[in-house]
């Protein structure tokens, strides 16, 4: 399994952005699928966005879709998600998790970051 630690939240006015990073540690990276998701206070933690483990193929969950992009840098062990146009409904703890496969589902992923806060003011 691998590890993960997530950074680059913070507080952010509405239709401001933000890029959260989750770094990996262990020579694996690159064969793993890697996915975000978040948990509002008092709501269940959903599925943000996966992509594959060459990056080429990437899906969105339609909250976020058009202003989230998630991308990775194999060579640095690194996840990203670039969020623009925020909204105050983004505001959430964000987690980042590795999977053998690319997928929406949760119970697919075996290795979860600490996470990191977003918070969008309005």
């Known amino acids: 399994q691998v590890q993960l630690v997530e950074s680059g939240g913070g507080l952010v006015q509405a239709g401001g952005s933000l890029r959260l990073s989750c770094a990996a540690s262990g020579r694996t990276f690159s064969s793993y699928a890697m996915g975000w998701f978040r948990q509002a206070p008092g709501k269940e933690r959903e599925f943000v966005a996966a992509i594959n483990w060459s990056g080429g193929s990437t899906s969105y969950a339609d909250s976020v879709k058009g202003r989230f992009t998630i991308s990775r840098d194999n060579a640095k062990n690194t996840v990203y998600l670039q969020m623009n146009s925020l909204k105050p409904e983004d505001t959430a703890v964000y987690y980042c998790?590795?999977?053998?496969?690319?997928?929406?589902?949760?119970?697919?992923?075996?290795?979860w970051g600490q996470g990191t806060q977003v918070t969008v003011s309005s």
């Open positions: 998790g590795a999977s053998k496969i690319a997928t929406a589902h949760q119970a697919a992923f075996g290795s």
